[in-house]
């Protein structure tokens, strides 16, 4: 059976029921591409025009979206494969989509004959004259300069960025304001302001990436709470989006910088009622209408109470799954009622005000959204992996 007549038969009916063999097909179709392509290059073309037709006619052959192989692939290999193996059919495909896109710039690669020269009177090419300045350059290289460039292909949000957006969004709808704040922060700011105590664990600098004895990285964007505190005092509804950074060991669930939402909301008569309202809504908007959440006591020292929130878990819907390790529930984020020494070391005055506040891992929902089980994927920069979102 010929390449033409094996595209057009499904892998069904080609006996093809296995990783393995998917892979082989492939192999053999992208082999013949190759052929082709170096056959065409190998034979040259006599003029410019002869070039254009032959490029043409091979690309049309292999990429013409009406009959192109290419094309009867898509339709007779991929959409027709069996649910268990289209992963590997969807894979091969596009590694040899990608190949084929030497196919488009094919003529830059190919040799023409020189035209001959026009002779000019000292026997010097006319420098002025179009073709003669052409036909220098193509001495010097076969490129014709006059032929259409590469194409980059497009970019695309980063899954990370793309779920804080989507975090931000669901908050500015319901009237908060995005706020921000350094990075390289002060010992007060990242800690003392908070009520983290000087013998608390988290300022070692076993935990913490100190600058110098009274400069830290952000442990956490709670530092901005304050500053937001000072410059707009009460009421105040704010999220917090940042990167911060930890001494922790890169792991599959670590790094040492990592993207955090926090949010806060002051006001007269603030409870935790609305804290967990809030927060309720909030999960049901960005993983659906069936989430349940569930709060648990907890302990922070610049909240008090404290509690963690936990969702039900979105990939088994509460049933136990190896994600919820069988417990049905993913804890999601901290939160709390601000501690009234908070709000006075903000300049606010507790009697009068009351707020709450949370903090989630922007890197952790993206995981959970995409399903990625190795947070490391998002700051190694491979193509392969950030191109699928
Ligand atoms: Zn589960």
């Given at each position: 059976m010929t390449i033409d007549q094996k595209v057009h038969t499904t892998l069904a009916e080609l006996s093809i029921a296995d990783a393995a063999g998917v892979e082989a097909a492939f192999t053999e179709v992208r082999a013949a591409m190759q052929a082709e392509r170096d056959a065409l290059l190998a034979r040259g073309a006599a003029s410019e025009a002869e070039r254009e037709k032959l490029c043409k006619d091979l690309r049309d052959r292999w990429l013409a979206r009406k009959n192109g192989i290419l094309s009867a692939l898509d339709e007779n290999w991929l959409k027709a494969a069996k649910k268990e193996l289209k992963p590997f059919v969807g894979k091969s495909f596009n590694a040899l989509r990608q190949e084929s896109a030497t196919l488009e710039t094919l003529a830059l690669m190919m040799d023409v004959p020189l035209r001959a020269l026009p002779e000019s009177p000292r026997g010097i090419p006319d420098a002025g004259s179009p073709s003669s300045v052409a036909v220098q350059v193509s001495r010097e290289t076969p490129s014709d300069l006059t032929f259409p460039g590469n194409r980059r292909p497009l970019g695309t949000l980063h899954p990370v960025t793309q779920m804080q957006r989507e975090i931000e969004e669901i908050f500015l709808n319901l009237g908060f304001h995005i706020e921000s704040g350094p990075e390289i922060e002060s010992v007060y700011y990242n800690f003392d302001a908070l009520n983290i105590p000087e013998s608390h664990p988290s300022r070692d600098d076993w935990d913490t990436l100190y600058i110098d004895s009274k400069t830290v990285l952000r442990t956490h964007t709670s530092p901005v709470q304050i500053r937001a505190m000072e410059k707009y005092s009460a009421p105040l509804h704010i999220i917090i989006p940042g990167k911060c950074y930890r001494h922790d060991n890169p792991d599959a669930s670590h790094s040492p910088m990592f993207h955090q939402i926090e949010g806060l909301s002051i006001a007269a008569d603030v409870t935790f009622a609305d804290l967990k309202g809030t927060l309720d809504f909030f999960a049901k908007r960005l993983f659906g209408e069936k989430i349940r959440t569930r709060f648990q006591p907890s302990f922070f020292?610049?909240?008090?109470?404290s509690g963690e929130v936990s969702i039900s878990c979105i990939f088994c819907g509460g049933e136990g799954c190896r994600v919820c390790k069988e417990s049905g529930w993913i804890e999601v984020m901290g939160c709390g009622m601000v501690h009234p020494q908070v709000l006075r070391n903000g300049g606010i005055d507790p009697k009068k005000y009351s707020g709450w506040a949370f903090g989630l891992g922007v890197d952790r929902f993206a995981m959970l959204k995409y399903d990625i089980n190795d947070i490391q994927l998002f700051f190694q920069s491979d193509v392969r992996f950030l191109e699928q979102f």
């Amino acid at each position: 059976m010929t390449i033409d007549q094996k595209v057009h038969t499904t892998l069904a009916e080609l006996s093809i029921a296995d990783a393995a063999g998917v892979e082989a097909a492939f192999t053999e179709v992208r082999a013949a591409m190759q052929a082709e392509r170096d056959a065409l290059l190998a034979r040259g073309a006599a003029s410019e025009a002869e070039r254009e037709k032959l490029c043409k006619d091979l690309r049309d052959r292999w990429l013409a979206r009406k009959n192109g192989i290419l094309s009867a692939l898509d339709e007779n290999w991929l959409k027709a494969a069996k649910k268990e193996l289209k992963p590997f059919v969807g894979k091969s495909f596009n590694a040899l989509r990608q190949e084929s896109a030497t196919l488009e710039t094919l003529a830059l690669m190919m040799d023409v004959p020189l035209r001959a020269l026009p002779e000019s009177p000292r026997g010097i090419p006319d420098a002025g004259s179009p073709s003669s300045v052409a036909v220098q350059v193509s001495r010097e290289t076969p490129s014709d300069l006059t032929f259409p460039g590469n194409r980059r292909p497009l970019g695309t949000l980063h899954p990370v960025t793309q779920m804080q957006r989507e975090i931000e969004e669901i908050f500015l709808n319901l009237g908060f304001h995005i706020e921000s704040g350094p990075e390289i922060e002060s010992v007060y700011y990242n800690f003392d302001a908070l009520n983290i105590p000087e013998s608390h664990p988290s300022r070692d600098d076993w935990d913490t990436l100190y600058i110098d004895s009274k400069t830290v990285l952000r442990t956490h964007t709670s530092p901005v709470q304050i500053r937001a505190m000072e410059k707009y005092s009460a009421p105040l509804h704010i999220i917090i989006p940042g990167k911060c950074y930890r001494h922790d060991n890169p792991d599959a669930s670590h790094s040492p910088m990592f993207h955090q939402i926090e949010g806060l909301s002051i006001a007269a008569d603030v409870t935790f009622a609305d804290l967990k309202g809030t927060l309720d809504f909030f999960a049901k908007r960005l993983f659906g209408e069936k989430i349940r959440t569930r709060f648990q006591p907890s302990f922070f020292p610049f909240t008090e109470p404290s509690g963690e929130v936990s969702i039900s878990c979105i990939f088994c819907g509460g049933e136990g799954c190896r994600v919820c390790k069988e417990s049905g529930w993913i804890e999601v984020m901290g939160c709390g009622m601000v501690h009234p020494q908070v709000l006075r070391n903000g300049g606010i005055d507790p009697k009068k005000y009351s707020g709450w506040a949370f903090g989630l891992g922007v890197d952790r929902f993206a995981m959970l959204k995409y399903d990625i089980n190795d947070i490391q994927l998002f700051f190694q920069s491979d193509v392969r992996f950030l191109e699928q979102f």
